[in-house]
């Protein structure tokens, strides 16, 4: 029996009983397509995750004040810390090499108001440095030329967020003049947004001013709320983190690491950390939709078994025409696989444009990847030889005779 | 070209043997039209599964063609199905939703050596031979009437033109009429042809149309005779 007449005699089946092969190609599409899709999410969560990371800046150390050794007790908050100073990150600047920019940052929670409107946000003291860092640019003015961030003139940068809050959609307050903390400053540009993301450091929800400044009218001392690095390259920044530690371990005159009044997040860590944490996501989301194509599976096989016990005396025809055993198993086995090829390209394709209607309606990102493509597909061609092999063997073994005579 | 041998055949059923056959010997030549006949129990059935390679004998010989059958692979016997022996049914048994055309095929698909392009010639004239009307050749076979559909598995028997045909009841689901026609056109693929058939039947008058009658009861042969429509043509 050549490989063109299985295929002919397949199709002659298969096609003899529409109905009943459409709706068992329906449990699979619907498999594959949730597969497909349920992936798609995780695997777009996991993008979006990553690009808020790497938003943040690349190659990023942050060095906050504080215990790092922190289990089980009450870790000291970043602003309570004083231990962290300007003269650290003046240190950490001139003495380690492959740093591209150092910025420290001093931030406080402060009530704002214009005019009847008030909230209460994150006040940043900064540095040109850390403009280049996070890759920050205005939609509306212009950011803090060398002598504002240099001297002590009373200028502020908003984040969008704020900007609405204060003055309203669409409004423009540069040159319109907010109270920080009582104190008066004057706005000379607003942010371009950062894209929403949530919780305490939602980066459009921010104030920016000059560091002396905030310095001089917020603090009072020399210390500092963190200091952001950036490396050169990823490459360099393992030697990096550990150099600043050393730095600043002896400049803290602290012995023993554990000990140390700062920590260092490494941003790679971090992205390490959540990608692992969003894979597990996707795993979960897959195996929730592969529950699904294992139930179509064993429609399969419930048809399969159907069809064979429906088809019993053409089996026993078969056998007695010369089909040999192999042949009639074959036969049942493309039937099956047949089934789950078809339902599996059809789910591929309701995959996509499902996880495409998600990104859209949803507002999730979704991905999808050629190697979840590729999965769902050899994993319907192998539900098929799966779940159509138990069938497709009992057709073979049947006893011709006793196939003959059933009624 | 048949040569049976103290043919016997044990079924077991738990602990109780039942012996359908118990030692049947004959001999059929190239060419022959037999008849085997018997009542319901006498073993003829038994007989035809064995002469048709579907069924092995517990003991005894069987040499089809100068093949001994005995100790034959499930493979082997396929093949012999295949190559050497066309089954016609008392149900027909055929595909119901392929064509005249195709159902005649079906034995040729099992049967590497023969070739694509071939098959359609083969299934024409094997249908020519059993005699179907051309215009019947594209319908259903669920379309057909009972002696119609008798006719294409007839052809569908001859097309791998096998050393023999086995008919089991071929009349069995057909009325009188219809019955003489079927009965006619194996005496005539006897004759023209030159087929040798084997016909299985627990009737009397279908199995005068044969040469030879072979009678079987209780699991033994009880008569081997010239039939009387030989007899009458003499």
């Known amino acids: 029996m050549t490989f063109a007449d299985l295929l002919e005699e397949t199709y002659l089946s298969l096609s003899a009983n529409k109905s009943r092969s459409g709706l068992t190609i329906l449990g699979i599409v619907i498999g594959i397509a949730s597969v497909i899709t349920m992936v798609s999410v995780g695997q777009g969560t996991t993008a979006e995750i990553e690009g808020q990371i790497q938003s943040l800046g690349s190659n990023l150390l942050i060095v906050s004040p504080g215990s790092q050794k922190s289990y089980g007790s009450m870790v000291r908050s970043s602003s309570s810390s004083t231990t962290l100073t ?44 850390y403009q280049l860092i996070k890759s920050l640019s205005v939609s509306l003015g212009n950011f803090f030329t060398t002598t504002q961030i240099e001297g002590v003139s009373k200028v502020a940068v908003l984040g969008p967020t704020v900007s609405e809050t204060l003055f309203g959609e669409n409004a423009d307050p540069v040159g319109s003049k907010i109270k920080i903390d009582g104190m008066e400053f004057t706005i000379i540009g607003v942010t371009e947004s950062k894209g929403t ?9 921010i104030i920016y001013i000059p560091i002396a400044v905030a310095k001089h009218y917020f603090t009072g001392n020399n210390s500092v709320s963190n200091i952001n690095i950036e490396v050169i390259s990823a490459k360099y920044m393992d030697k990096a983190e550990e150099d600043v530690q050393a730095l600043l371990l002896t400049r803290h005159k602290i012995e023993n690491v554990d000990s140390a009044d700062f920590s260092i997040t490494n941003q790679a860590e971090v992205m390490e950390t959540m990608s692992s944490v969003s894979g597990t996501l996707t795993l979960l989301l897959g195996a929730i939709a592969g529950i699904s194509l294992i139930v179509g599976g064993i429609g399969i096989m419930n048809m399969m078994l159907t069809t064979v016990t429906e088809r019993t005396r053409e089996i026993g025809l078969r056998k007695s025409l010369g089909a040999r055993s192999n042949d009639i198993s074959n036969q049942f086995l493309l039937e099956s696989i047949s089934l789950t090829f078809l339902g599996g390209i059809i789910g591929i394709i ?16 979704t991905v ?21 092999y138990y069938p497709a063997k009992r057709a073979s073994n049947l006893n011709p005779i006793e196939a003959l005579r059933y009624e | ?82 190559e050497r022996i066309g089954f016609v049914f008392q149900s027909f048994n055929l595909l119901s939703r392929a064509t005249v055309l195709r159902n005649v095929m079906l034995p040729l698909i099992y049967d590497n050596d023969v070739k694509k392009e071939e098959r359609r010639k083969l299934a024409e004239k094997s249908l020519l031979s059993a005699g179907l009307d051309k215009d019947r050749w594209h319908h259903l076979s669920s379309q057909l009437s009972g002696g119609q559909m008798q006719r294409v598995a007839i052809a569908r028997a001859l097309v791998n033109n096998p050393d023999l045909i086995l ?10 009429k219809t019955g003489d026609i079927v009965l006619e056109t194996f005496q005539k693929l006897n004759k023209e042809y030159g087929h040798t058939i084997v016909l299985i039947t627990h009737e009397r008058y279908v199995a005068e149309h044969a040469d030879r009658i072979i009678e079987l009861k209780d699991g033994i042969i009880v008569n081997d005779n010239t039939s009387k429509s030989l007899l009458k043509n003499k």
């Not at chain 1, 920019?101 to 003291?125: C, D, P």
């Not at chain 2, 008919?167 to 009188?176: H, K, M, Y």
């Open chain 1, 86 to 129: 300007l003269a650290d990150s003046e240190a950490i600047k001139n003495e380690i090499s492959n740093l591209k920019y150092v910025a420290s940052v001093i931030s406080a929670r402060k009530q704002v108001v214009y005019k009847g409107n008030n909230t209460n946000t994150n006040i940043y003291g900064i540095n040109s440095d």
């Open chain 1, 197 to 205: 993301s949530s919780g305490m450091n939602n980066a459009d929800d």
């Open chain 1, 350 to 365: 309701l995959g996509i444009l499902a996880s495409f209607l998600v990104n859209k309606l949803g507002g999730t990102t």
């Open chain 1, 368 to 388: 999808v990847t050629l190697s979840s493509i590729l999965l769902a597909f050899f994993v319907s061609a192998g539900i098929g030889i799966a779940f159509g």
């Open chain 2, 1 to 82: 070209m048949i040569s049976c041998k103290d043919i016997i055949k044990t079924y077991k059923t738990g602990d109780t043997e039942t012996n359908v056959l118990k030692g049947v010997s004959f001999e059929i030549k190239k060419g022959e039209f037999v008849a085997i006949i018997g009542p319901s129990g006498s073993g003829k059935s038994t007989l035809m599964h064995i002469l048709g390679a579907l069924d092995k004998p517990t003991s005894g010989e069987y040499i089809l063609n100068g093949k001994n059958m005995l100790d034959l692979s499930d493979n082997e016997l396929a093949a012999i199905r295949s």
């Open chain 2, 167 to 176: 008919a089991d009841e071929p009349t069995g689901n057909l009325d009188s």
